[in-house]
């Protein structure tokens, strides 16, 4: 059955004027307006107040997204058991929203009314990738109140689903192939690119190209470096070093970093030698803030001539290129950060992939339109048609839904410190400077104190939380 038909036998243009008096606010609007609020306070000691403004999203179908923005805020403001909370509400969502079937009588209507409106009534799904960093942030979490043991189980969470992420990544690629072989058995496909590129019409591809440079900067969509190198300190601070040393050679592989392969050597050498005389001071920065979603149109043909279109589009200039850090002691600068994962690339190319089939449903919600609209026309004459029209204007926008609090980038530094009382401070060469942050290294300890910050609003805040016995004031 054709989608016209299904419009017409199932009287869908009847639903659409009873139910959108009542439909939700993203019908109508983006939610660029709410996660520049987010945004705003991130850092910036206003986050005290917003967590509040968020309670009554909690119950909506978009719970799972406003639930991961407070989550976010809260570990950033440093309110750790908070941010614990929110998470574990947001993964009991994610569970239902993981194992509930594919299709469900809740998700078809929702998909019915999104052929009528746009993507936004649909509850939404998060990312595999936002998935992924939800369960590495709540890891930091646990790590900032001495729960080693936690941290590993959700390290262990994120690193089986980046396997999974794979799997079906090359599960869907491997249908692509075989559909563009069976199409043109000629033609070979040099890599998945080149297939999308194939697919995509050419005012799509031209519409993205923008975003090639940006999305070439990482390697895929379903590994994370960053998930690879935290874990990896968390199995050595564990005493777990088969782990780590595993953990460790993925994330080189994936961002191949000097440190990074020293880090190896280290680990590989710990049962010939361990270094008691210094204490490792490891330091995660969070940097900026993911691109946000910008509407993007383009016309396109359907059945009853040229229509534009809308869908999601990231503007290259709002990304943020990594800026490496200065990490000083007592007033000398003893290295740079290195970038260890790009999210901000990762979220681009995430966007690309999936932009084909965007495109695809938004043609077909076109023509499901103007059904509806010829529809309204014949029962009601013009005043019915042209409401029809001013309804699918009204309605006929990008999903610009995403995790907006997530970092642009995360970046590491490493430092071997002898037991001793030390002035830290992080800046950029812009002039931009953290407080600093005193740190106390006991004597025999081994285990690396943990330093986590944020350079996020033009403002570099620092936190830390240590490890058997080193303590930070």
Known sequence: MTLIKYVQRTGLFSILLCVIPFADASTFKTYTEESNQFRGVMNLDSA???????KDKETGKDAVLYILEKARI???????????????????????????????VSRVGFKALSMLSNDSVVPYLVAPYEQVLAHISQAKNYIFLNDLQSAGVEMRIAQQLQREIEINHEKELAK???KAKAKNPQKQVADEEDFENAEAPTQLNDALSGLDQIAGKIKNTYQNSYAFYMAANVWEAMGEYNDALVDYKKAYELQPDQQISQDVKRVDNVGLQQNTATTPVVIFIEQGLVPQKIEQKITVPVPNGLSSISFAMYDPLTYQIPKPIQVSIDGRVLQHSYVMSDIGALAVKQLKEQTLSTVSTQVARIVAKYAVQQQLGQQLGTLGQLAGNLMNIATEHADLRSWSTLPSNTQVARLNLKPGT??????????????????????????????????????ISLTSNSVAGATVK
């Open 422 to 459: 030390y002035q830290l401070k992080l800046s950029q060469t812009t002039g931009l400077e953290s407080d600093i942050l005193p740190i106390t290294v006991p004597a025999g300890v081994t285990q690396p104190i943990f330093v986590y910050a944020y350079d996020i609003n033009n403002k």
């Open 48 to 54: 005290n107040t917003l967590p509040t403004k968020l």
């Open 176 to 178: 692509k192939v075989e």
């Open 74 to 104: 809260y570990q950033v403001d440093q309110k750790y058991q908070e941010s614990i909370d929110a998470y574990k509400k947001a993964f009991e969502l994610l569970d239902k929203q993981n194992n509930r079937a594919v299709v469900s």
